[in-house]
């Protein structure tokens, strides 16, 4: 097996980084008209615009990062909505530990704490995630150099 099949490749890393961007721009938009023009409440706001970023997150990995997978189907879809719920969900776990277990109540630490460090343990949580579970890149694929009849 190749040791180096784990660690991932420049191109991937870079179209990942860049489909992200893409995505939350989009998310930030799209929260920013409901919340603003359009009037909608926060929470409703929030998974409206969730929903279009991972949207454009699944298309740009699908047809740009991952082309290559060939994933079909609903079920990669709902994976990898899930591994964006997960993300999320680490984000918030950071805040919640900062703010109410450790006491550092500040906007600056809510800021560091969600958008800083749970920001990037999401990101390697959404990287793994989608990496491994929604277009199957793993250890044992990128081990093998030919077929078995060499």
């Keep these: 097996m190749n040791p180096r099949a784990w660690v991932p490749r420049r191109g991937e890393l870079l179209g990942f980084a860049a489909v992200g961007s893409l995505a939350y721009a989009v998310d930030l938009a ?25 949207t454009v997150a699944y298309a740009g990995n699908a047809l740009g990062t991952y082309r290559h997978a060939r994933v ?6 709902v994976t990898f909505l899930v591994v964006n ?10 805040l919640a530990v900062s703010h109410y277990g450790l006491g550092y109540t500040s906007q600056r ?3 560091l704490s969600g958008a800083g460090i749970g920001m990037a343990l999401a990101t390697l949580v959404r990287f793994w995630g989608t990496r491994s579970l929604v277009f199957g890149v793993t250890r044992r694929q990128e081990g093998r150099v030919g077929s078995w009849t060499g």
């Design 109 to 111: 630490a809510d800021t």
């Design 30 to 54: 799209l929260f920013t008209c409901l919340r603003g023009p359009a009037g909608v409440g926060p929470l409703t706001a929030k998974a409206l615009s969730f929903l279009a970023g991972c």
């Design 85 to 94: 719920l997960a993300g999320s969900l680490v984000q918030l776990l950071c």
């Design 72 to 77: 079909r189907g609903p079920r990669p879809c």
